[in-house]
């Protein structure tokens, strides 16, 4: 289906809107599932008491692993008869 405008104000008005969905669309992390991270929530508390910039900070940051992705977890239980 070929589109007309009727007016240069239609076109505008169209091209605007255009332009305006791609600010307001997201393909990011949102703010909840960012701050599930316990990592980074650790960072923010150092940072607030200021102490991020310390080498021990760092090192504790960096020997803290992400938690596992729940859909990734096994849901299969094994016992010793099974061995």
Request: glycine content about 2%; charged content about 35%.
């Amino acid at each position: 289906m070929i589109r007309r405008f009727s007016t240069v104000k239609d076109k505008k008005r169209v091209e605007d809107e255009k332009m305006a969905s791609i600010f307001r669309d997201s393909y990011s992390f949102s703010a909840e599932s960012v701050l599930k991270d316990r990592r980074l929530r650790f960072q923010a508390k150092l940072k607030e008491a200021g102490l991020m910039d310390s080498a021990y900070a760092r090192q504790v940051l960096m020997a803290m692993e992400p938690q596992p992705k729940p859909h990734l977890q096994s849901q299969v239980k094994f016992s010793q008869d099974d061995l």
